[in-house]
């Protein structure tokens, strides 16, 4: 599957969510992006995404 190449506009969408402490499945979600996308250019952007913790039983 070829990568959908990020417009600016997305970039500084991103540093938005990044800034509202966000969720990294969350902003994939919002922004129609993997969560593998949203963590590979948010490192790009050098921004910090938190991803959902996951349970341990």
Known sequence: MAR????????RRLMELAK???TLEE???QMG???D?????ALR???SLK?????KS
Request: charged share 35%.
């Open 4 to 11: 959908k190449p990020w417009s600016f506009k997305e970039d």
């Open 20 to 22: 509202s402490s966000i």
């Open 27 to 29: 902003a994939a979600k």
């Open 33 to 35: 992006r993997s969560p």
């Open 37 to 41: 996308a949203i963590k590979r250019m």
């Open 45 to 47: 952007l050098g921004l």
């Open 51 to 55: 991803s959902k913790a996951v349970k």
